[in-house]
């Protein structure tokens, strides 16, 4: 496996604004004491997301479980929400063909179709239940907490629709929740539906690598040995407190110090892989949920994530790259081999244009990567910094290696802006609100915040 993060493009060598010598030097001992509180961190017990070998006997449940569902449904479909949901959609992008819920049962090996159901829109929950079969669907319904009203909601209605087709929640569905916490956990017990840990110690948006991702990705025969197996690899390999040595620290390092010394706190996420594509949203959730935070000594920090997608966002966000303000970096994912064999554009031919002879007889991911590092020095020479994680192919083993490089460097982010990675308060207020509009009898006493808000002012609707 090979995952390297070239962070040139984040040097004063290459752009006006990137880290000088001085600089790095200086940020050494921090990013020393970043590590160490890492670890400080694992030696509590609250790093759990790294404690993969910790999880073995989970894992191998939830692939017996698997192994033993196969032929059983036409589609798996995932009720969860942000932590619980985009790792699945992650997966889903990166190790099946873009097109896999629209190929037919043969073409799909008589593996199950993947439905990832993260809202409560009515259009989009109604025309799910509408494409899908009750009888022969599993749905996951996938919640750490076991309460969130947006799951909960869906679980109800997918009950609801199980008992009309005749189906037993045992039959119909699995649950992912804590092992001891929450209305699934009773539930389980309750109603005898097969039901898998996320360790107490493995938050949401750092759970992908436990059942809550290698549940579906077990149910569609991804290969969920060799995805640890790289997250592993990457741990291993991010074991010391010097950026040289490791990836993940020289990632959340170089982004603090651009945002904290250079103003650029926007940070785009630009796989050149359509593989990849739904790793930034991922990433974007991670980052923004972990490190948007007030410190202890109230100042609001955190950098803000960006998606893009190249060549795609060429053709959109690139011009505000590149003469936009100069507050953000972009980090690009290269992908060196294509899945499958790179495709040939064929030659023009004698009766063709001879404008696009140019293009003819090189592959598409030839003109992919190009693009990618075209994108590259085009930034460098308008002094926008960048980095570039390049990576062998886009498999299980490298997803599961990016997986944990974003998680680590989450970890070091949350020691260098001064705020714990790993809660949430900001949500919570919101949800309070939406819990009190519905009647939740715990919740009632919101009604004191919800009557100061100042409701529409009919001369500001305009
Ligand atoms: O990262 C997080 O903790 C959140 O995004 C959660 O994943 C999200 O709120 C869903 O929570 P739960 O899994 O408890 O339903």
Same mark, same amino acid.
């Given at each position: 496996?090979?995952?390297?993060?070239?962070?040139?493009?984040?040097?004063?060598?290459?752009?006006?604004?990137?880290?000088?010598?001085?600089?790095?030097?200086?940020?050494?001992?921090?990013?020393?004491?970043?590590?160490?509180?890492?670890?400080? %961190?694992?030696?509590?017990?609250? @790093?759990?997301?790294?404690? @993969?070998?910790?999880?073995?006997?989970?894992?191998?449940?939830?692939?017996?479980?698997?192994?033993?569902?196969?032929?059983? #449904?036409?589609?798996?479909?995932?009720?969860? +929400? *942000?932590?619980?949901?985009?790792?699945?959609?992650?997966? $889903?992008?990166?190790?099946?063909? $873009?097109?896999?819920?629209?190929?037919?049962?043969?073409?799909?090996?008589?593996?199950?179709?993947?439905? =990832?159901? %993260?809202?409560?829109?009515?259009?989009?929950?109604? &025309? /799910?239940?509408?494409?899908?079969?009750?009888?022969?669907?599993?749905? @996951?319904?996938?919640?750490?907490?076991?309460?969130?009203?947006?799951?909960?909601?869906?679980?109800?209605?997918?009950?609801?629709?199980?008992?009309?087709?005749?189906?037993?929640?045992?039959? *119909?569905?699995?649950?992912?929740?804590?092992?001891?916490?929450?209305?699934?956990?009773?539930?389980?017990?309750?109603?005898?539906?097969?039901?898998?840990?996320?360790?107490?110690?493995?938050?949401?948006?750092?759970?992908?690598?436990?059942?809550?991702?290698?549940?579906?990705?077990? @149910? /569609?025969?991804?290969?969920?040995?060799?995805?640890?197996?790289?997250? +592993?690899?990457?741990?291993?390999? #991010?074991?010391? *407190?010097?950026?040289?040595?490791?990836? !993940?620290?020289?990632?959340?390092?170089?982004?603090?110090?651009?945002?904290?010394?250079?103003?650029?706190?926007?940070?785009?996420?630009?796989?050149?892989?359509?593989?990849?594509?739904?790793?930034?949203?991922?990433?974007?959730?991670?980052?923004?949920?972990?490190?948007?935070? =007030?410190?202890?000594?109230?100042?609001?920090?955190?950098?803000?994530? +960006? =998606? !893009?997608?190249?060549?795609?966002?060429?053709?959109?966000? =690139?011009? /505000?790259?590149?003469?936009?303000?100069?507050?953000?970096?972009?980090?690009?994912?290269?992908?060196?081999?294509?899945?499958?064999?790179?495709?040939?554009?064929?030659?023009?031919?004698? %009766?063709?244009?001879?404008?696009?002879?140019?293009?003819?007889?090189?592959?598409?991911?030839?003109?992919?990567?190009?693009? #990618?590092?075209?994108?590259?020095?085009?930034?460098?020479?308008?002094?926008?910094?960048?980095?570039? +994680?390049?990576?062998?192919?886009?498999?299980?083993?490298? /997803?599961?290696?990016?997986?944990?490089?974003?998680?680590?460097?989450?970890?070091?982010?949350?020691?260098?802006? *001064?705020?714990?990675?790993?809660?949430?308060?900001?949500?919570?207020? &919101?949800?309070?609100?939406?819990?009190?509009?519905?009647?939740?009898?715990?919740?009632?006493?919101?009604?004191?915040?919800? %009557?100061?808000?100042?409701?529409?002012?009919?001369?500001?609707?305009?």
């Amino acid at each position: 496996m090979t995952i390297q993060l070239d962070v040139t493009g984040m040097m004063r060598s290459a752009v006006p604004t990137g880290a000088t010598p001085e600089a790095l030097a200086a940020l050494a001992p921090r990013l020393a004491a970043a590590h160490e509180g890492l670890l400080a %961190d694992a030696a509590r017990g609250v @790093l759990g997301f790294r404690e @993969l070998e910790a999880q073995a006997a989970e894992r191998a449940r939830v692939l017996a479980w698997a192994a033993a569902q196969r032929g059983s #449904c036409d589609d798996v479909v995932v009720l969860g +929400i *942000g932590g619980s949901a985009l790792g699945a959609v992650a997966l $889903r992008t990166a190790l099946l063909p $873009r097109d896999w819920n629209l190929r037919s049962p043969a073409q799909r090996g008589g593996r199950p179709r993947l439905h =990832v159901l %993260d809202n409560v829109d009515p259009r989009s929950v109604r &025309g /799910l239940l509408e494409l899908v079969d009750p009888t022969r669907t599993r749905f @996951l319904v996938i919640s750490k907490s076991g309460s969130t009203a947006e799951t909960m909601s869906q679980y109800l209605l997918v009950r609801e629709r199980l008992r009309a087709a005749g189906r037993s929640p045992a039959e *119909g569905l699995a649950y992912v929740t804590d092992p001891v916490k929450g209305v699934l956990r009773r539930l389980a017990a309750a109603d005898g539906v097969p039901t898998f840990d996320v360790p107490a110690n493995v938050g949401g948006r750092f759970s992908v690598l436990s059942p809550v991702g290698m549940l579906p990705a077990a @149910l /569609l025969g991804m290969d969920v040995d060799a995805m640890v197996a790289g997250a +592993i690899a990457m741990r291993d390999r #991010c074991a010391s *407190g010097v950026l040289q040595q490791n990836p !993940a620290l020289a990632f959340a390092g170089l982004q603090w110090r651009a945002h904290a010394e250079a103003g650029q706190g926007m940070q785009v996420l630009m796989p050149y892989s359509d593989a990849f594509r739904d790793l930034a949203p991922w990433f974007v959730q991670l980052w923004a949920e972990s490190l948007g935070k =007030v410190t202890p000594a109230g100042a609001h920090v955190g950098p803000t994530p +960006i =998606v !893009a997608v190249g060549a795609t966002d060429q053709h959109a966000q =690139v011009q /505000l790259f590149m003469e936009g303000p100069v507050d953000k970096t972009v980090t690009f994912i290269d992908v060196e081999e294509m899945d499958g064999g790179d495709l040939t554009i064929p030659s023009v031919g004698a %009766d063709g244009p001879a404008e696009l002879a140019y293009l003819g007889g090189h592959g598409f991911g030839k003109l992919l990567r190009a693009e #990618c590092r075209a994108t590259a020095g085009a930034l460098t020479k308008s002094g926008r910094p960048t980095m570039t +994680i390049r990576v062998t192919r886009a498999d299980a083993l490298h /997803l599961g290696g990016l997986f944990m490089l974003f998680e680590l460097a989450t970890i070091y982010g949350g020691q260098l802006y *001064g705020v714990d990675p790993l809660d949430q308060p900001g949500v919570e207020l &919101g949800k309070q609100l939406t819990y009190y509009q519905f009647g939740h009898p715990d919740w009632q006493h919101m009604k004191v915040i919800w %009557d100061t808000l100042p409701g529409s002012d009919p001369a500001w609707v305009i």
